[in-house]
């Protein structure tokens, strides 16, 4: 499989350190807020990643952090801890907004049926990993006190700015111009590991040290989970594209000087969900929930759809019309896959080819558009319906469009539209005519019609379905 790393700007051939196991680390959310739907664009699709993984038959172990301290409102160790501006919106606790927002996001995710990783880890719950790490890093030379907080010294590194792409005068925090410089720092782009000094003096949530009581710093809370459980050599690391800098340069700064060898070779960036706007970013406050999705009608799956119809290597702007068009080919597909039988016998040497089509869309830097396009042919192909059904929910476990499932239930639609009277072979014959009209085979829902009508039935077509009753 060639996946885009982000390290060295090339499609590179997927590797790990273990044969058959993939070590794996994901960002997590800042649970201060809900989750926006663009955040949920990038752990959607990392869960495809995770899961085409799977299904070419890699072990894979996935560890994610909830960051619940240390991220402050700017990238540049100022500003205010992210959570605490979240507990005083809500006057509640930040542990309180911390479980709630958890919830909401793991909510979300079950509803994009994104699946749980394995191992999901509050930063507050680590604090003694990253004590470790700063105190390895301070005996090595690689950070500094001052001003009572502990500093990461990025001039004792040979390439600080790993995503070579970066105009390194241009992102130093510190000369942005929107952004504070902090006077105890040695060189612009140093980041803080460990705070006990802050302009903001209300942190709620504050741990003993061996430099004074306070509490981590942002980036030092993923390299202290993903060493802890991914061990040192992790395969794949992932985030959102905003995240590469200074977040995953500064990750891979602190963890690489504490190790003493290179820690992930392979770092996976999805891009933006943009509003007409810009991007669309929880501190902005503009943002689209899956809840409001689902009160405007949408299943959480059209914009699952939605989604993968565009590579994550690209942004992607959100409209309504966009969405409506995702929505149209998503129903248009479940009505097809709901008007399949189940006959036949699996047709394995055919099923094969489509399997390799599938599986070249994939293998090429996860080209899930493309792979969208094999489910259609694998309805247009000569198979029979049980090996189409089949196939579909094989390569639905990497999608995750919940095909089969959607399909049954459209395919159902009587059961709750039941008309007066109880007929079970002219339910049968109305089930069979809205299972062509969804397959758009026009002339047989006619004849079916045609048909019922003879017997002397009428046909009343609604939103829900399709009711009869005798003339
Ligand atoms: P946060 O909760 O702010 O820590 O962000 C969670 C994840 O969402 C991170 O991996 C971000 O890089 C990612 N992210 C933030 N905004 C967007 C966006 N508009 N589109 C896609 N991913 C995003
Ligand atoms: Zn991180």
Same mark, same amino acid.
């Given at each position: 499989?060639?996946?885009?790393?982000?390290?060295?700007?090339?499609?590179?051939?997927?590797?790990?350190?273990?044969?058959?196991?993939?070590?794996?680390?994901?960002?997590?959310?800042?649970?201060?807020?809900?989750?926006?739907?663009?955040?949920?664009?990038?752990?959607?699709?990392?869960?495809?990643?995770?899961? *085409?993984?799977?299904?070419?038959?890699?072990?894979?172990?996935? !560890?994610? @952090?909830?960051? =619940?301290?240390?991220? /402050? #409102?700017?990238?540049?160790?100022?500003?205010?801890?992210?959570?605490?501006?979240?507990?005083?919106?809500?006057?509640?606790?930040?542990?309180?907004?911390?479980?709630?927002?958890?919830?909401?996001?793991?909510?979300?995710?079950?509803?994009?049926?994104?699946?749980?990783?394995?191992?999901?880890?509050?930063?507050?719950?680590?604090?003694?990993?990253?004590?470790?790490?700063?105190?390895?890093?301070?005996?090595?030379?690689?950070?500094?006190?001052?001003?009572?907080?502990? *500093?990461?010294?990025?001039?004792?590194?040979?390439?600080?700015? !790993?995503? @070579?792409?970066? =105009?390194?005068?241009? /992102? #130093?925090?510190?000369?942005?111009?929107?952004?504070?410089?902090?006077?105890?720092?040695?060189?612009?782009?140093?980041?803080?590991?460990?705070?006990?000094?802050?302009?903001?003096?209300?942190?709620?949530?504050?741990?003993?040290?061996?430099?004074?009581?306070?509490?981590?710093?942002?980036?030092?809370?993923?390299?202290?989970?993903?060493?802890?459980?991914?061990?040192?050599?992790?395969?794949?690391?992932?985030?959102?594209?905003?995240?590469?800098?200074?977040?995953?340069?500064?990750?891979?700064?602190?963890?690489?000087?504490?190790?003493?060898?290179?820690?992930?070779?392979?770092?996976?960036?999805?891009?933006?969900?943009?509003?007409?706007?810009?991007?669309?970013?929880?501190?902005?406050?503009?943002?689209?929930?899956?809840?409001?999705?689902?009160?405007?009608?949408?299943?959480?799956?059209?914009?699952?759809?939605?989604?993968?119809?565009?590579?994550?290597?690209?942004?992607?702007?959100?409209?309504?019309?966009?969405?409506?068009?995702?929505?149209?080919?998503?129903?248009?597909?479940?009505?097809?896959?709901?008007?399949?039988?189940?006959?036949?016998?699996?047709?394995?040497?055919?099923?094969?080819?489509?399997?390799?089509?599938?599986?070249?869309?994939?293998?090429?830097?996860?080209?899930?558009?493309?792979?969208?396009?094999?489910?259609?042919?694998?309805?247009?192909?000569?198979?029979?319906?049980?090996?189409?059904?089949?196939?579909?929910?094989?390569?639905?476990?990497?999608?995750?469009?919940?095909?089969?499932?959607?399909?049954?239930?459209?395919?159902?639609?009587?059961?709750?539209?039941?008309?007066?009277?109880?007929?079970?072979?002219?339910?049968?014959?109305?089930?069979?005519?809205?299972?062509?009209?969804?397959?758009?085979?026009?002339?047989?829902?006619?004849?079916?019609?045609?048909?019922?009508?003879?017997?002397?039935?009428?046909?009343?077509?609604?939103?829900?379905?399709?009711?009869?009753?005798?003339?």
């Amino acid at each position: 499989m060639k996946l885009y790393n982000s390290l060295t700007h090339t499609k590179d051939e997927f590797k790990t350190h273990t044969p058959g196991h993939v070590e794996m680390y994901t960002c997590g959310p800042t649970v201060y807020h809900f989750a926006h739907i663009g955040n949920l664009r990038s752990y959607l699709m990392e869960d495809v990643l995770e899961k *085409y993984l799977r299904y070419t038959g890699y072990d894979v172990k996935r !560890v994610m @952090n909830i960051t =619940d301290v240390g991220h /402050l #409102a700017s990238d540049a160790d100022t500003g205010e801890d992210k959570m605490l501006k979240g507990a005083r919106r809500e006057h509640k606790t930040v542990m309180e907004i911390a479980k709630f927002y958890t919830d909401a996001f793991f909510s979300d995710c079950e509803k994009l049926n994104i699946k749980r990783p394995d191992v999901v880890q509050p930063a507050t719950g680590c604090i003694d990993e990253y004590i470790k790490i700063v105190s390895a890093l301070l005996d090595k030379g690689y950070a500094y006190l001052a001003g009572g907080n502990v *500093y990461f010294d990025t001039s004792k590194l040979k390439q600080y700015y !790993v995503f @070579n792409d970066h =105009d390194e005068e241009d /992102l #130093a925090v510190g000369v942005r111009d929107s952004v504070e410089e902090d006077q105890n720092k040695r060189n612009k782009a140093d980041f803080v590991l460990w705070f006990t000094k802050s302009k903001f003096e209300d942190q709620a949530l504050k741990w003993d040290s061996p430099w004074g009581v306070g509490y981590p710093g942002w980036h030092i809370e993923c390299s202290g989970i993903s060493l802890k459980y991914n061990g040192e050599y992790l395969d794949l690391h992932c985030g959102g594209i905003d995240n590469a800098f200074p977040h995953h340069t500064n990750e891979i700064a602190q963890s690489e000087s504490y190790l003493g060898h290179p820690w992930c070779p392979q770092w996976f960036h999805v891009h933006h969900l943009n509003t007409s706007h810009g991007k669309m970013s929880k501190s902005k406050g503009e943002f689209l929930t899956v809840s409001l999705l689902e009160e405007k009608g949408y299943d959480p799956m059209v914009y699952r759809s939605f989604c993968l119809q565009s590579h994550y290597r690209k942004s992607l702007v959100f409209t309504w019309e966009n969405l409506d068009n995702a929505k149209a080919a998503y129903d248009k597909l479940i009505a097809r896959i709901a008007a399949l039988g189940d006959d036949g016998e699996l047709e394995q040497g055919a099923m094969d080819e489509l399997r390799v089509a599938f599986r070249a869309a994939m293998d090429n830097d996860l080209n899930t558009s493309m792979a969208v396009t094999v489910l259609y042919d694998v309805l247009k192909s000569k198979l029979n319906d049980k090996s189409k059904r089949a196939l579909l929910d094989e390569f639905d476990q990497v999608l995750g469009l919940r095909l089969l499932d959607r399909a049954a239930k459209a395919a159902a639609p009587k059961a709750e539209t039941a008309s007066a009277e109880a007929d079970p072979e002219i339910d049968a014959l109305v089930a069979a005519r809205t299972a062509a009209k969804q397959a758009k085979n026009w002339a047989e829902a006619d004849r079916i019609r045609d048909e019922l009508k003879a017997r002397g039935i009428e046909l009343t077509d609604t939103k829900e379905g399709t009711t009869w009753k005798r003339i």
